[in-house]
């Protein structure tokens, strides 16, 4: 992907037409950023006086995670600029304030207690690798903020770790493996070795897909995990060997290295190879070329126009997606589901800010009270299809698609219905 970290010169008419500050951005340039001015001409004078509320956003635009980050970061800025386009929110325009939490959660808890006591936000919408998440997310308890997750789907933040002030209008590792280790089992072979991203995500998921496989009949012979951001995995792949039908892998900002390598090692010729949608996002297809055909995976979001995403709204968030994706990398690649996780996320902070007429921090319990239980239905706000806030535990459920790479593209080969991906609520919020 394009890097425009350093293009400053050709970035200052954005950094002197709005009201993001050059501070808060400094680095960053027109390029990446797009639209994030979020009140600027020709409609911000439509708003008058009226103060903007200020939405966090905190997103690894740096480090192992940039890649996902930077379109993670398109998402919250597509439903952000539609949102002032059509007159803002209560009448009042939406501002964001971007942080970069450089993928590392030390740095990222620095930046969240910043945007509570420097930044002054209202709320945040964001969050990208989950030991950041789960870093940050007591200093949104502390300072009593909604905080939207928008990307993290390890199992702690909405069961054992969960709060009343976090919520995930999307899915999660159990869901996912809910979803898909039926497929795997039935369809594909009964042993399975998994690799994994040795943090709390690919943790979270090795054990929900170990459960799952395990209830549908199958078996997990070995499990290997590779420290994120492991440039060469040679050392951790080439010791997989054995009698198993299928390779899973869970990864997602290491999927470019680990989709090529396990194919330069003929693993992929010896096993099933199937993972998390992730390895196989949109964004990563030109790195993989050929290496990726034939891989099975799992996924909230698929950027194709078949079978129940073949529908006007998706049409729209496809295309005005695939033009701001060109502005940061020239050979176009579609979104993935960080753009639309993000984009849907902003769109359920809308949707709650609207119901509970939420005027700043001051009225967070009256928003907390509005997202949950939230009703979000697909159409424009939300292309990929309906969803609800559950109130036990602010797990959302939605519906996952089951793809092959086929010639480079995502095939859908099956639909699973969200309520076939439910999982019991395991959260047991402090009393207030």
């Known amino acids: 992907m394009a890097n425009d970290l350093n ?119 964001g969050g990208f690798l989950s030991n950041i998440c789960l870093a940050c997310m007591p ?28 919520f995930r209008p999307s899915d999660y590792a159990p869901a996912q493996a809910v979803a898909f280790a039926p497929y795997l089992v039935n369809q594909m072979g009964k042993k399975w070795h998994i690799v994994f991203a040795d943090y709390a995500w690919g943790q979270s998921t090795r054990d929900a897909y170990v459960a799952q496989i395990r209830k549908a009949g199958g078996e997990v012979v070995g499990a290997t995990g590779i420290p994120l951001g492991t440039a060469d995995m040679t050392p951790f792949l080439s010791k997989i060997s054995g009698n198993f039908d299928g390779l899973l892998g869970v990864f997602a900002t290491d999927g470019v290295t680990v989709g090529n390598q396990v194919y330069d090692l003929g693993l992929t010729r010896k096993y099933k190879w199937a993972g998390d949608g992730a390895i196989a996002e949109s964004t990563n297809l030109p790195a993989l070329g050929n290496k990726i055909e034939g891989f099975v995976g799992i996924n909230r979001y698929l950027p194709v126009l078949e079978g129940p995403l073949d529908t006007p709204a998706h049409r729209k968030f496809l295309e005005e997606a695939s ?97 076939k991906t439910l999982f019991p609520p395991a959260c047991k919020f402090p009393a207030a």
């Not at 639209?35 to 997103?59: C, E, S, V």
């Not at 200093?139 to 069961?159: F, Q």
């Not at 700043?360 to 309906?386: H, V, Y």
């Open 139 to 166: 200093v949104w308890e502390e300072a009593r903020i909604v905080n939207i997750i928008s990307v993290c789907l390890d199992t702690t933040l909405t069961t054992s770790k969960c709060n009343r002030y976090s």
């Open 7 to 125: 293009d400053q010169d050709s970035s200052y008419e954005f950094w002197r037409s709005g009201k993001v500050t050059r501070r808060r951005l400094v680095g960053w340039g027109a390029g990446v950023l797009g639209a994030t001015i979020l009140a600027p001409a020709p409609w911000r004078a439509a708003f008058g006086q009226a103060k903007p509320y200020k939405i966090g956003t905190i997103q690894p635009l740096s480090g192992p995670g940039a890649v996902g980050g930077k379109t993670a970061l398109i998402g919250v800025q597509m439903a952000a600029d539609r949102i002032n386009k059509s007159g803002g929110i209560n009448g009042r325009p939406v501002e964001l304030v971007v942080a970069d939490d450089e993928s590392k959660p030390d740095v990222g808890r620095r930046k969240a207690q910043k945007l509570v006591d420097d930044d002054k936000i209202d709320v945040q919408v």
């Open 323 to 419: 033009v701001r994706l060109k502005k940061i990398d020239p050979t176009g690649p579609l979104p993935d589901r960080y753009v639309q996780s993000n984009y849907e996320s902003m769109n359920a902070l809308k949707l709650g800010m609207e119901k509970s007429g939420f005027r700043g921090r001051e009225d967070t319990m009256k928003l907390i009270e509005a997202l949950e239980g939230l009703e979000m239905k697909e159409g424009d706000d939300f292309p990929q299809g309906d969803k609800v806030l559950r109130k036990e535990d602010h797990q959302a459920f939605v519906r996952e698609f089951i793809f092959e790479i086929r010639g480079g593209r995502h095939r859908i080969v099956e639909t699973v219905a969200k309520e």
